[in-house]
């Protein structure tokens, strides 16, 4: 069975600093997707990346930054210079295919990041 | 374009009560997936639903059920009402699989008191 681990489950920086939440895996397929969301204080999942697991090169959109590295079944995010406006939960999360030929995405517990202006 | 939209955005039932949450997906998308965010959790997978069939079920009771319309929009329904069903009920679309663009609406909040 699919599993998504964040171990952190609440982090608190000042503004401006840096900050990687962290995200494993489990699965035993060769093909999946792995995704970050973001969910605000008003409760909709913003969609922030998707990946496949044949493309393990890192991406950086803004201050945002990934890392994924198959050979640990991590898939770290980044925030560069957090911005109050960061402030949320941030879901890791992984798409299977199932048998019957639907895909299933399974959800970490979350992070709650506060940036303390 | 519009996104997903899911109405109501708030209910208040009472325990032994019936629901009927929907959503509306975005156009073109033809898959539907509802999903459970019990406070301080991730969200649960319910039901994934393709071209108005039910293609995958999660780990819930014979109370959820869901139906996909012509349209591509769904319900998802839920009978005699717990305490425990308390939750956002997401929901998301797709076209056609999750890893083509998978987006999530703002959820109802249901309440069970």
């Known amino acids: 069975a699919q599993k998504v681990t964040q171990a952190q489950t609440e982090i608190s920086v000042v503004e401006k600093e840096d900050v990687t939440l962290d995200c494993v895996y489990e699965?035993?397929?060769?093909?999946?997707?792995l995704f970050w969301y973001k969910q605000p204080p008003s409760g909709e999942l913003v969609f922030l990346i998707r990946?496949?697991?044949?493309?393990?090169q890192n991406e950086i959109s803004g201050r945002y930054s990934w890392n994924f590295q198959k050979s640990t079944s991590s898939f770290n995010f980044t925030i560069t210079a957090s911005q109050v406006v960061d402030s949320a939960v941030y879901f890791c999360a992984l798409s299977e295919e199932m048998s019957g030929g639907y895909q299933k995405v399974t959800f970490g517990t979350g992070t709650k990041l506060q940036v303390i202006p | 374009d519009a996104g997903v939209t899911q109405s109501p955005t708030h209910l208040i039932k009472t325990r032994g009560q019936h629901v009927t949450l929907r959503c509306s997906p975005i156009?073109?998308?033809?898959?539907v997936s509802w999903y459970q965010q019990v406070l301080g959790q991730g969200p649960q997978f319910i039901f994934q639903?393709?071209?108005?069939?039910?293609?995958g079920r999660g780990n819930f009771p014979d109370r959820f059920s869901a139906r996909q319309f012509p349209n591509y929009s769904s319900e998802l329904n839920v009978n005699a009402l717990l305490l425990g069903d308390s939750a956002l009920y997401l929901c998301a679309s797709s076209y056609p699989r999750v890893q083509d663009g998978y987006t999530f609406g703002s959820g109802t909040r249901l309440t069970v008191v």
């Open positions: 639903y393709y071209e108005k069939e039910e293609r």
């Open positions: 699965t035993r397929d060769t093909t999946y997707y």
């Open positions: 156009s073109g998308h033809k898959s």
């Open positions: 990946r496949n697991s044949f493309d393990e």
